[in-house]
């Protein structure tokens, strides 16, 4: 029954924080703490020095592993990067590509971000693709031109047998880290349709109702329901509250309530 509808998908992105310790007592803290996961999707997302240590703890749940970003090459001279048959080889079945802090803080361009899509698809990874304007994009009345711009640029000459191991977060650079301006539920829905309808262009109508689009910025227990109520809204891309084991769980337990409350 579940499986006939679209689950939500929760991801706990937690970017540069956490310990060995810490990380493994967080990831076993959500384990612990879940009964029914089955009608949600839940990808964690620890730094990669603990990658390893966090898919020992999910083994054996439905719980998957997923990296913050990779390099688009199997094995090289590449100092310092890592690559996706490493993160395979860890136990990633995902990788968030395109977050906005590597592309505002570390200059990643659409064409690079393009590159480690197609690259880890072919790889073998399933692919979280983050898009979001900035406040003064958004104040330029530019967010549809800029969701279009970075949807069709990331996702340039994507095989269409891929299409189903792809994920979009809408990620607005201004509502990230920022619980005091985070986007309402309307604004969300609003750029969640303008994305659905820019994929459907590029890759057809069936195709755009099944692609997940997750939320991101500044998601917390107290708001998740309302966003995730929201026709077109599959999911949430989860920060700061992804690393509060009871928040992250509140946020699983909305995503689980909505998917079920979808209409048959
Ligand atoms: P936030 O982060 O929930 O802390 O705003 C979301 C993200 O950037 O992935």
Redesign the pocket.
Known sequence: MIDEIKKKTI?G?W?MHTTAAAARDLAEGIVDGLIDEEGVSIILCPPYPYLAVVGEVLKETRIALGAQNMYPQMEGAFTGEVSPTMLLDVGCKYV?LG???RRHKLGESNEFINDKVKVALAAGLDVIL?VGETLEQRKANQTEALLDRQLSLGLANVEPDTLSRISI?Y?PVW?????SH?ATPQQAEEAHAVLRARFGRIFGKDAAKQISIQY?????PGDAAALLSRPGIDGA??????LVVNDFLEIVRSAIAETEAQPA
């Open positions: 991801v992105n970017k968030i977050h906005s802090e983050c977060a990620e509502a990230i880290g920022n619980p985070h991101g910025g500044s998601v917390v891309l989860i920060g700061g509250a992804s």
